[in-house]
């Protein structure tokens, strides 16, 4: 969900909090639902503001964070169960790294987990 597909797809936001681990590493899309949540598990907008730069709160208030597409790629190298990120609540937490936001978000249509999208060519 906004913004946290965005805080992920900058890199700025370098972990991916989950309740449950996954063995898979490697290349994925970001994929932003339709739904903008920022309020999720008690962690709202304000607990957001907190962890970003003055120049991260610029952006994040001008930005465009588009719904419902694929916006971005990173690279998963590592599950954990502690990280020293600002950004880590856990229980776990997927280790991201080379976060790239695309200039142009892809529609597409979400699913739960990693998942291959289906992109028109």
């Not at 906004?2 to 972990?15: D, N, R």
């Not at 909090?17 to 903008?36: C, E, L, M, V």
């Not at 949540?37 to 003055?54: D, H, K, V």
């Amino acid at each position: 969900m906004q913004p946290w597909a965005w805080l992920s797809a900058t890199g700025i936001k370098p972990i991916d909090n989950r309740p449950r681990p996954t063995s898979f590493r490697g290349r994925f899309y970001i994929h932003a639902s339709q739904k903008f949540n920022t309020n999720i598990a008690g962690l709202n907008e304000e607990w957001i503001l907190e962890r970003l730069s003055e120049m991260e709160r610029e952006m994040y208030f001008t930005t465009v964070k588009p719904a419902g597409a694929i916006i971005g790629e990173a690279v998963l190298v590592d599950c954990v169960r502690e990280h020293p990120s600002v950004w880590f609540v856990g229980p776990y937490g997927l280790v991201l790294c080379e976060a790239k936001l695309y200039d142009k978000p892809i529609p597409c249509k979400g699913k739960l987990g990693f998942f291959e999208p289906d992109i028109p060519q």
